[in-house]
């Protein structure tokens, strides 16, 4: 009875512990292997498993600590001006948070996928161990689909891993604008692979995330308006300085930019010098993607002070010589008189 329920009288195996006490105990060789099989194989077994569940609930609590931080975004919030912002700018905080809070926790619902499948390949090959099943076969079999796997999939590990990265540093995300290089447009769309990127011309792009090697993000927090103005060369620049500094602060009170201008315009100077005139530069610190619709509205009240200022905005100059073709009677050579410069 005893070879057909497994209790055979063999001795017992250098490491099974419980066998060799009960042995000692009862003198039993049948019982001492009954009582290992019965006994000891599910009490490893048990013990397998809740240490599965301990490395698995550290595991989760760590990443969940991970998340909560990533919640609260890589760079600071903006400053508002005065402490409070309008309605558009809450309601596009409010948006930019709510975003930023489901992107962190699809990466701690991707990472903790990621850790309970690693957990249970590496408890599952220690539970057949301990079962006594030779696990070389099977370890060796998972090194060889590995390499294969590794050299095969190359770039396509290289898009997911490059797209973990990119939505666990919040890099960008949907409805910023981007430059990444061969593309630049509105993000439509973010996957652990691709990017789906819209250009101003309507082209969608889709960029591997692995081939973006970096990423200029102009809508990320704050944003910058940058203005030249050029002004001839004959025009007095302290006056036009004050002009701009002018204009540049009445678009700051201006009770239709509040919460869209978080920080005072700043007239810097001159900036350079030109063919045409000199450059005089104008910064202003906006809302994310607030950039372009105040600088279009600055440009355009500008031009409207300095033409009401009389201040001429330089335009190209050229001069040109105008020669007359001589006559057949005319001397050979050009005289001084036939050439009159015209600058226009």
Known sequence: MGPMFGFDDTSCDGSDALCKAVFSWTDNQKLANASDILIGKPLALLWLLVLFFVVRWILHRLIDRVVARAEDGVLPDRMSRFGKTGKAAEARDLATATRRVQRAKTMGDLLKSVVTGLLIAIFGTMALSELGVNIAPIIASAGIIGLALGFGAQSLVKDFLSGIFMIFEDQYGVGDVVDVGEASGTVEAVSLRVTRLRD?????????????????????????????????????????????????????????????????????????????????????????????????????????????????????????????????????????????????
């Open 200 to 344: 101003l011309n309507g082209t969608v792009w889709y960029v591997p995330n692995g081939e973006i090697m970096r990423v200029g993000n102009m809508s990320q927090n704050w944003s910058r308006a940058v203005v030249d103005i050029t002004v001839g060369y004959h025009e007095d620049l302290a006056r036009a300085e004050r002009v701009l500094r002018e204009v540049a602060h009445d678009l700051w009170d201006d009770d239709d930019f509040r919460g869209l201008i978080i920080e005072e315009p700043e007239v810097t100077g001159v900036e350079m010098f030109t063919a045409d005139g000199v450059t005089l530069r104008v910064l202003i610190k906006t809302a994310p993607m607030e950039q372009w619709g105040v600088a279009r509205t600055l440009r355009q009240r500008i031009k409207a002070r300095l033409d009401h200022e009389g201040i001429e905005i330089a335009l190209p100059q050229r001069v040109v010589w105008h020669r007359e073709e001589p006559t057949p009677d005319a001397p050979t050579g050009p005289s001084p008189e036939e050439e009159e410069p015209v600058e226009s």
